[in-house]
């Protein structure tokens, strides 16, 4: 797999977390500070995009194997063929 492409896939991933632990604080530490209607959104918008995060390296992967996919048959032809 490109080296570019899996540094974007773990950026993805960072990215996930991050947004997974934004949405937990504001879920669990924002009732303090903010009105709880305010804070549900928050909290979801958070997680929507922790979810999505998550989403796109998977999606991203695929589409590389599908692309890819006659390429490595080609070079893994165990009968060579003149």
Known sequence: MDEKLKRRIIAFYIGGIINALLGLYVL???TKFLPPETVRWL???F???AVVDFYFPYALKKKWLADN???QMQG???IQRS
């Open 28 to 30: 669990i530490e924002g």
């Open 43 to 45: 909290g979801i918008v």
């Open 47 to 49: 997680l929507v995009f």
């Open 69 to 71: 996919a006659g390429k």
């Open 76 to 78: 893994n032809d165990p």
